[in-house]
């Protein structure tokens, strides 16, 4: 079956701790996107790669840090300088990094400050 | 103007009743336009692309009006599986950057029994 798995499905971080996102797919998608989302609004971009080895900032990358080492995996990092994780987190894939297919998300990852 | 914006509702309406969502977008040189469900607490998952000339997907129909820049969603004979919060998405071209998608804070549907 066709698509993206984001892991783990819950996630829960002590102060000053780093944690990594897993976003892996197997749609043969070039461009790959990191979300998040805070209850009750939009989906803000954090980070984005259109190929490999390669990966541009989003409107929110501070505190985030990201590495596309392979096609299939896009992991995201939430270092101890985002001083507000808490929220839904979403990966995204698309078949072209062009901007004009739409993306196909994962189920997402909920991240908590313990 | 936000770049994408939709009126957050809620809107209750009854089984079988027909519901139209309109969304508006700032950036005139936007090309490809979408409309995504997300159920509570789940991923959005696309509904439908939106075409100039306007489409249909059985009971789903999209518009776009380029000249007055937005985008609109009707529901005909409403299920109570349509209760969801339905997305507006449009892309953009920050700067020198590729394109983007922009995704709208969302419409909340409620279809009552």
């Known amino acids: 079956d066709g698509g993206i798995t984001q892991s783990p499905k819950y996630l829960f971080r002590k102060e000053g701790q780093n944690v990594t996102l897993s976003c892996e797919q197997n749609?043969?998608?070039?461009?790959m996107y990191w979300y998040r989302q805070d209850p009750g609004q939009g989906l803000r971009l954090i980070y984005y790669?259109?190929?490999?080895?390669?990966?541009q900032k989003g409107d929110i990358a501070e505190g985030y840090s990201v590495s596309r080492e392979k096609k299939e995996s896009f992991p995201l990092t939430v270092t101890s300088a985002q001083k507000n994780p808490t929220a839904f987190y979403l990966c995204a894939s698309s078949a072209s990094e062009k901007g004009n297919q739409p993306q196909h998300f994962g189920d997402g990852t909920r991240l908590s400050i313990l | 103007r936000k770049e994408v914006e939709q009126d957050p509702g809620p809107f209750n309406v009854p089984e079988g009743a027909t519901v139209a969502f309109n969304c508006t977008y700032s950036?005139?040189?936007?090309?490809?336009f979408f409309w995504y469900r997300q159920d509570c607490r789940k991923e959005p998952k696309l509904l439908m692309s939106v075409y100039s000339s306007g489409n249909e997907d059985g009971r789903f129909t999209a518009q776009l009006n380029r000249a007055s820049q937005y985008i609109s969603l009707l529901i005909r004979d409403s299920k109570l599986s349509d209760s969801a919060t339905y997305l507006c998405?449009?892309?953009?071209?920050?700067?020198?950057?590729?394109?983007?998608?922009?995704f709208g804070k969302g419409t909340k549907l409620s279809v009552i029994p």
């Open positions: 790669s259109q190929i490999v080895n390669d990966f």
């Open positions: 749609l043969n998608h070039d461009a």
């Open positions: 950036n005139s040189a936007s090309q490809s």
């Open positions: 998405v449009v892309n953009r071209k920050p700067g020198a950057g590729s394109y983007q998608l922009t």
